[in-house]
């Protein structure tokens, strides 16, 4: 139990000196059942309803929702708006979230969790994506997902309740551990379970498991807990609450140790039992958002559908793997490289119009790494036939130099960068009317554009390769930068009239002011084009 422990007993005492004064405070509610074990925290809808002395009423805000065995630990709203509502039927009583700015939060200064299983009676109402949280956790100013531990719908917006999203501290990168999909405003009982034994966190709803992940065992921080929304900060600032959920929480328990499976199951009962109105009238209350069905898969689609009109599409009959770009030689023959590496030449060989034939012209076998940009040397070029190639680290040459449709040799035209974690690092690529090679080196960090530390200091450089355009002269002897402001250049290529384009992905995506939607740049020398934009402190000279 470590220092949790040790904080809640001091709690616990303390709230035994004010039982001399106010001894109901100390009793459990005649709404409470039994449990296995005293839980470190336990929330419980029906219990405040009876301390508020409600039974059927107007909803009443939840400025402050004391814990049910010690009411000194108490889930406070910062203001009035948002508070959540109480709402309280015959034989029910539920906590709604907004999912708009409702959040309860409490300080458990210094406490962690080691080892237990935590219980959340709820029903989400609606999921617009972006890791819209129920619970979280952190230490004092670090993310949830880094420090503690959060409960999240995943990235995506869905129409059904298909994700749970259980990330922290040892176990970070989101995972869906549902096996389920559910209609929103229905009740579900989850089980989260933290066995340190097993290294593992455990997913259970209503009572089956729907999926684990490893846990390399470190311990939780508790400093600071969130209801109804998470508390994070990916880009630069304060760590802060977000991602709030619109939903129903009906009862919420911590226990320091994991349940046994019959511990578990005996509680999935009772609390089904004690939820059976509720989980009876939500449908009812929520039914907007119940309605919702799954969307419903078109039967026999195309390979690939053209919303343009004009186009035909056909399949070629050939099997290749995570084929990124295609180019045409000028016999005819069709080039394509794959995310692995591998460079085929396909060939249309019974005259129908479609390649039936792939034959290898270069087997990666490691060198390239995320290759995502190819052109192809010119038919009079005195070397051979060659496929340039950007990829991590690097942009090659791959020459054959006998014209035998085989590599024979690999050339190293540009390298030298420092490289970012991402799989993907130069990209796009395309050649110049005088020979000369022109791709991109992709943003330092497209989550955090001005490179800001937790201290508030930025080491972002308008002079370093990341997020441009780099020049390299058709002999290979210099390579220069030919604009800044872009984040990952995936697509480069030269128009009719002899002018450079790029295609941006994801354009100014985690910036306050960003545009997420891809953009269509016309380069031009020495320009900068927005990612990062100016700012007066981090990035002044643009």
């Not at 303390?14 to 001399?20: E, I, Q, R, S, T």
């Not at 929330?43 to 301390?51: F, R």
């Not at 040892?170 to 389920?180: C, D, V």
Request: aromatic share 8%.
């Amino acid at each position: 139990m470590g220092k949790w422990f040790l904080g809640w007993v001091l709690l616990f005492f303390v709230g035994g000196c004010l039982c001399l004064e106010a001894d109901s405070y100390c009793q459990q509610s005649d709404s409470s059942i039994d449990l296995p074990a005293r839980p470190l925290v336990h929330l419980d809808a029906q219990d405040l309803s009876k301390q508020l002395g409600l039974d059927s009423s107007e909803p009443h805000p939840v400025l402050v929702w004391p814990d049910s065995q010690n009411r000194l630990l108490r889930f406070a709203a910062k203001t009035s708006e948002q508070a959540p509502k109480l709402h309280v039927g015959q034989g029910w009583s539920t906590v709604r979230f907004d999912g708009i700015d409702d959040a309860l939060e409490l300080d458990l200064p210094s406490t962690r969790l080691s080892s237990g299983s935590l219980w959340l009676v709820i029903a989400a109402h609606r999921n617009a994506g972006d890791f819209r949280g129920f619970f979280a956790t952190n230490a004092p100013g670090q993310r949830d997902y880094v420090s503690g531990i959060n409960i999240d719908m995943g990235p995506g917006p869905s129409l059904q309740w298909d994700t749970i999203n259980v990330e922290g501290r040892g176990f970070s990168g989101m995972q869906n551990l549902s096996s389920k999909s559910v209609k929103f405003g229905t009740l579900q009982i989850l089980e989260v379970r933290l066995d340190l034994d097993q290294k593992q966190i455990v997913l259970s709803v209503n009572g089956q498991q729907t999926g684990k992940r490893t846990w390399n065992g470190e311990p939780i921080s508790t400093d600071h807990w969130t209801l109804g929304a998470r508390f994070y900060t990916n880009g630069p600032g304060d760590q802060q609450v977000r991602g709030h959920s619109p939903c129903d929480i009906a009862e919420w328990m911590v226990f320091d140790r994991i349940l046994s499976s019959d511990e578990s199951q005996e509680l999935y009962k009772r609390l089904s039992r004690k939820h059976q109105k509720l989980a009876e009238v939500l449908p009812q209350q929520l039914k907007s958002a119940a309605d919702s069905d799954a969307l419903v898969k078109f039967e026999n689609p195309p390979d690939l559908q053209m919303l343009q009109s004009g186009f035909d599409v056909h399949r070629l009959p050939l099997d290749l793997t995570n084929v990124n770009n295609v180019l045409y030689r000028q016999d005819g023959v069709l080039v394509t490289l794959g995310y692995n590496g591998d460079i085929h030449l396909l060939r249309d060989t019974d005259g129908d119009g479609l390649e039936d034939q792939a034959k290898v012209f270069y087997k990666n076998q490691g060198s390239l790494r995320g290759p995502i940009g190819m052109v192809l040397t010119r038919p009079d070029d005195p070397r051979g036939f060659g496929v340039f190639v950007s990829s991590k680290g690097k942009v090659s040459l791959l020459l054959d130099r006998d014209r035998d449709d085989a590599c024979d040799e690999e050339v190293v035209v540009a390298q030298g960068w420092e490289e970012i974690p991402q799989n993907v690092d130069a990209v796009g690529l395309a050649m110049g009317p005088d020979g000369s090679l022109y791709f991109g080196l992709g943003a330092a960090n497209y989550a955090n554009a001005y490179l800001v530390d937790d201290q508030g200091n930025s080491k972002f450089d308008l002079k370093s390769d990341r997020g441009t355009i780099q020049k390299v002269s058709s002999d290979f002897s210099k390579r220069e930068t030919l604009c800044t402001g872009v984040r990952f250049p995936i697509g480069i290529a030269f128009g009719p009239e002899g002018e450079l384009f790029c295609t941006d992905q994801e354009g100014a995506t985690w910036l306050a002011n960003g545009n997420p939607l891809d953009e269509l740049l016309h380069i031009q020398p020495h320009k900068h084009y927005g990612f990062p934009p100016r700012h007066p402190k981090y990035n002044p000279g643009v």
